[in-house]
């Protein structure tokens, strides 16, 4: 979803594994949510909390489209009962580019809140290949050509009766609800299966699938505004100027660079890292889900109060290193590529891997610095993205090509003729651009949220929530009481 595209999708591991720190590639960064008091370690799926529902599997195939593959794979969910009565609804909480934890059902998002209200039964599902939910137990090239969208959707679908009949929730209404890529899956799911799905919300759905991205750099700028934006433009020209004149020993030292600065893959990389603090900001500012270390305001005020603008970005950036879990910035491209050609899916960047390939043969989604209308460095580069979709997944010398006209098409990108839909987004999220703009049918309801964040109606309501937020949420309501008592 930066990226994910997510969360949702899409979660983020605050682990050092061997003293590496669990890289978000420039592929996948910002679709992600951090989830509280889940377990990172894939391979442990005891309760964090004792009061947490347990962990449930459902025999899922592995390829829903041939006939001749019988392989399944155990696909992980969790039911949250405490609400339920017969003949209410089933809120369906998708997975996305991430592990689904426990919180999912038990309060990390609003859709709790709204349960009580309808006496409804949470349900969330995890999405293959991600967390502990992997067919054939690896994330191998080979096993990695079962991950589609087309795939994943068809998981979904065919847990709806599986789950029904355990429950024996009958009649019930299923209500999809995702935020992200996993927004975007809502969406789709209730377009592919209107006989199983009876409305979705999709929050911060990018659902135009875009090669070259940068769009979402332009939003940054605008989002903090033209001081700040032109004070991080001069940052990254005086560091650009160094590296070009060959002080890259000095830059280095300057921001704690993990790795020598060598290639010009390794300024792309190093350059892309030193956006990350600020985009996320952005993407996430003020947001209920902790997600942050700060927000736009306090950050640019930083900058612009600073008698010494570099030296506070350089102490920014060294805070929000420590925050994502490192003690320097990521500079070097060849490591960036190696944390993510492990298949092993207990890896700390299993999910990483999942998702950029996701975005290498499906989305695209690159954040590029294309664009004269953003403060970043030009050297983060489309080249820069598809050549590190090459050199993880091989073989030498292919390029990879999105299939991202297929997406569009069976889709409809943001034409998408589903009904009994809301898609809502936040002004000052970066991937709002490529979300549904105007209601494609008169069944379908679009909401743009004034200064809000990425995905920022999915999480509990607070006294201070913003206007466009709580009335995104009375919206929701309204939707599912129209569909739960007058259908």
Partial sequence: MKTILIIFSILLFTGIINGLRNHDSSLNKGLKHRIPGYDSNPSNNRRVNPNDPPVQWFTNRVDHYDPQNSNTFKQKFYVNDTYYTPGSPVFYILGGEGPVG????????????????FNALLVAIEHRFYGDSIPMGSLSLENLKFLTTQQALADYAAFVPFLSQKYNTGSSKWISFGGSYSGNLSGW????????????????????????????????SQSIGPTCSAIVSNITQTVTTMLNNGQN???????????????????????????????????????????????ITAMCERFEQSSDPMKEFIDFNNEYNQFSGSQCTLSSYKKSVEYLQSSNYKSVNASSRSWNWQCCTEYGYWQTGSSQN????SAITLEYFTQMCTDIFGPKGFVYQPAIQYILNDYGGTNIQATNVIYERGTIDPWSVLSVQSPPNSESQVFLIDGAAHCAPMYPSRPNDLPGVIEAREMEISLISSIVFNN
């Fill in 249 to 295: 020993d000095l830059v280095q030292q300057m921001f704690s660079a993990c790795d020598p600065i060598v290639s010009d893959l390794d300024i792309a990389t190093f350059m892309e890292s030193l956006s990350s603090g600020i985009t996320e900001t952005v993407q996430y500012n003020l947001d209920n889900n902790n997600y942050t270390f700060t927000n």
């Fill in 374 to 377: 953003q403060p970043f460095s």
């Fill in 102 to 117: 426990a919180s999912y059902v038990t309060g990390h998002f609003v859709f709790n809140q709204y349960a009580q209200k």
């Fill in 189 to 220: 799911l209730r377009l592919k299966y209107p006989q199983l799905i009876s409305a979705a919300i999709a929050t911060s759905a990018p659902v135009k699938a875009q090669l070259d991205f940068p769009e979402y750099f332009e939003v940054i």
